[in-house]
T-cell receptor, first 116, second 112 residues
Framework: DSGVTQTPKHLITATGQRVTLRCSPRSGDLSVYWYQQSLDQGLQFLIQYYNGEERAKGNILERFSAQQFPDLHSELNLSSLELGDSALYFCASSVRQDPSYNSPLHFGNGTRLTVT | LAKTTQPISMDSYEGQEVNITCSHNNIATNDYITWYQQFPSQGPRFIIQGYKTKVTNEVASLFIPADRKSSTLSLPRVSLSDTAVYYC?????????????FGAGTRLFVKA
């Protein structure tokens, strides 16, 4: 158990809808990262937050947004959903601002989003 | 950007030692090299991390040459349960933040 909790585990919705994915980082971790993994694809970095502030952006679509709350949990909002958004969405956390030595990424088990 | 290159896939047999090499020619001075393991439908799991020379833990060894432009993950005596995707990750420092880039990974298939 990595200590990172993601809810829900599964989500099925229709095109055009909006969903919110939730992540609770490991106790003591200040950084939260979001990744997208489509079927048989690698992990695509979306966005990182550190102690409530956005720190880095990757290949995140404008239809997607995220935030980190004062209690350090994070939410990823996906809107105007398309079929191609179907994927596993992983959250990871780390102690420091960057996943440096002795501060690796710890991943949750993901939310599987299916858009029909 | 510190881009990584790994073999797409590898096959092995139970009990063999497996070495997976990752190239990272543009690694920055402050970057560490980290390897992760991912089973289907699970989040990646940290395996080992290093900066230079050799690091060993209860799971694997990591060999990093002096120029740090590559690294090799060594899995001793693999078993069927080691079948997974292995990612080499090199930290990429960006202005105002830290961007973590995973490569395509190496799909290891261990046969009986």
């Amino acid at each position: 158990d990595s200590g990172v909790t993601q809810t829900p585990k599964h989500l099925i919705t229709a095109t055009g809808q909006r969903v919110t994915l939730r992540c609770s980082p490991r106790s003591g971790d200040l950084s939260v990262y979001w990744y997208q993994q489509s079927l048989d694809q690698g992990l695509q970095f979306l966005i990182q937050y550190y102690n409530g502030e956005e720190r880095a952006k990757g290949n995140i679509l404008e239809r997607f947004s995220a935030q980190q709350f004062p209690d350090l949990h994070s939410e990823l909002n996906l809107s105007s959903l398309e079929l191609g958004d179907s994927a596993l969405y992983f959250c990871a956390s780390s102690v420091r601002q960057d996943p440096s030595y002795n501060s690796p990424l710890h991943f949750g088990n993901g939310t599987r989003l299916t858009v029909t | 950007l510190a881009k990584t290159t790994q073999p797409i896939s590898m096959d092995s047999y139970e009990g063999q030692e497996v070495n997976i090499t990752c190239s990272h020619n543009n690694i920055a001075t402050n970057d560490y090299i980290t390897w992760y393991q991912q089973f289907p439908s699970q989040g990646p799991r940290f395996i080992i991390q290093g900066y230079k020379t050799k690091v060993t833990n209860e799971v694997a060894s990591l060999f990093i040459p002096a120029d740090r432009k590559s690294s090799t993950l060594s899995l001793p005596r693999v078993s069927l349960s080691d079948t997974a995707v292995y990612y080499c990750l090199v930290g990429d420092l960006m202005k105002g933040g830290f961007k973590t880039i995973f490569g395509a990974g190496t799909r290891l298939f261990v046969k009986a």
